[in-house]
């Protein structure tokens, strides 16, 4: 079964951290974005992270979140993606989902909810 389950949401105060995980299987994924959806607003991308480590981030985010993928052996396959998330504000606040970017597959996403 071809899919990628995300984990780490939770509750944390403004400036706080928190660090999301993104699980692949089923299928040879070698690029893995992260994107979110606040409330009320479009899915918007937040970063993506390439087999070979390139990496793009959104301007909004770009010094407070870093993308980071996994050590496997076979380097084409990403089995796993990191979104370390620090300096969190309130408007970072949405469902974080993970999407395979050639696969155009998409996980069921988690919440993350930071408080003022």
């Known amino acids: 079964q071809v899919q990628l389950v995300e984990s780490g949401g939770g509750l944390v105060q403004a400036g706080g951290s928190l660090r999301l995980s993104c699980a692949a299987s089923?299928?040879?994924?070698?690029?893995i974005e992260w994107y979110r959806q606040a409330p009320g607003k479009q899915r918007e991308l937040v970063a993506g992270?390439?087999?070979?480590?390139?990496?793009?981030?959104?301007?909004?985010v770009k010094g407070r979140f870093t993308i980071s993928r996994d050590d496997a052996k076979n380097a084409v396959q990403i089995n796993s993606v990191y979104l370390q998330m620090n300096s969190l504000k309130p408007e970072d606040t949405a469902i974080y989902f993970c999407?395979?970017?050639?696969?155009?597959?998409w996980g069921q996403g988690t919440q993350v909810t930071v408080s003022s």
């Open positions: 992270i390439s087999f070979d480590r390139t990496t793009n981030y959104a301007d909004f």
């Open positions: 999407h395979g970017r050639a696969t155009n597959i």
């Open positions: 089923g299928a040879t994924f070698s690029a």
